[in-house]
């Protein structure tokens, strides 16, 4: 049967308005791919896949939110949508505005949206603000402003992102016939876990697929949730998760406490030496992305966590493409040599 996408696959499943439109750009059926070299080096002991969401169609798992969120404004008949991004949601936004015909704007911190998100908004046509300020400060702003006038907010505080984002825990357990045993994932403004724990307790409690152990990973110099309070500057390059002040917070404290799980955080090195150990097994994931992977392997390393043959599952929400300039600027230009066999055999056979 051909794939219409998440809204018709799992409308029947999602808690929304029976206005809701459906645009959509095909997002969600995402690969879930095995990695065993990777788990064989963190130690064996468990099978890990990754839930590859760089494959939706603005390259991050934003996608399965905004289709839903988008489709309930259309719906009511909405005429433009705004949200605050630290670069994803602007994309996806944008592009599922672009789709339906809505006009988009969105807010972005001065100075810290990763080349590629950007672009994507620009290009899918949205009107882009840059705002003197954090991501919060954005946020705060996008929300004052939908109160006064007639523009729907497709940030995550919009409930239909949470359920269009719960279908990315029905697709692993019907691919798996079951939930994993171990979910880890990054979280930021804490949307994303909050809608996991959400859809894999529905999934449970309609085919008993049973229930993981959710690991959140913050990063380290945006870790609110590890440290117990915001955090006013926070700082990482992993951009996606650079948030102080998560709207979702408490529901992912929640989420970490009722899945027997946790909430920790990975430090900046933790995370871009994940992301090149993923991408050695030909998955090149965005910064943030690789947050999830770099806390399960330091719970593993630190003793914290004893793997049994578990099943583990780290969701990679973006794709490496968003963020090209971390790699390029951390590792040395290509070497140019003249167009000679002697310079190519010089060059590749050296050392
Ligand atoms: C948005 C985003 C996150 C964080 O998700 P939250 O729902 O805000 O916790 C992580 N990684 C990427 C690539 C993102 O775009």
């Known amino acids: 049967m051909p794939y219409f996408g998440v809204l018709h696959r799992y409308r029947h499943l999602l808690d929304i308005p029976a206005h809701t439109a459906q645009v959509s750009l095909l997002e969600g059926n995402t690969l879930l791919i095995p990695m065993p070299r990777l788990a064989k080096e963190l130690g064996g002991g468990f099978e890990l896949w990754v839930k590859f969401e ?133 979280v930021g403004n804490a949307g994303n876990i909050t809608s996991y724990w959400m859809g894999f307790k529905q999934y449970d409690r309609l085919k008993t697929t049973g229930l993981p152990h959710i690991l959140g990973v913050q990063a380290a110099g945006a870790a609110p949730l590890v440290l117990g309070h915001p955090v006013d500057h926070p700082e990482t390059v992993a951009t996606a998760i650079r948030i102080g002040r998560p709207a979702r917070g408490e529901q992912a404290l929640q989420a ?35 947050a999830g992977l770099a806390g399960w392997a330091a719970e593993i390393r630190l003793g914290n966590i004893r793997p049994h043959g578990w099943r583990v599952v780290a969701v990679c929400t973006g794709h490496g493409l968003k963020d090209p300039d971390i790699i390029t600027r951390t590792s040395p230009a290509p070497r140019l040599i003249p167009a000679e066999m002697g310079a190519l055999e010089e060059a590749i056979l050296e050392t």
């Open 54 to 186: 760089g494959l939706n169609p603005t390259g991050s798992f934003k996608d399965r939110g905004m289709t839903v969120a988008i489709s309930e404004a259309v719906g009511r008949g909405v005429k433009a949508v705004i949200c605050a991004s630290t670069g994803n949601t602007a994309a996806s936004a944008a592009a599922y505005a672009a789709r339906a015909g809505l006009r988009s704007i969105v807010l972005i911190p001065q100075g810290k949206v990763a080349a590629g998100k950007l672009a994507g908004a620009v290009a899918y046509g949205a009107q882009v603000i840059q705002v003197e300020g954090s991501f919060d400060e954005a946020l705060s702003l996008v929300v004052e402003i939908t109160q006064r006038h007639p523009i729907a907010l497709v940030n995550s505080l919009n409930p239909y992102r949470l359920e269009g984002q719960k279908t990315a825990a029905f697709e692993i357990c019907d691919l798996l016939q079951a939930a994993p045993d171990w979910l880890c994932l990054p």
């Open 256 to 290: 970490a406490e009722e899945s027997a799980g946790r909430i920790i955080s990975a430090s900046d090195d933790e995370i871009l030496s994940m992301q090149r150990r993923l991408a050695a097994e030909g998955v090149w994931v965005e910064p943030a992305s690789a």
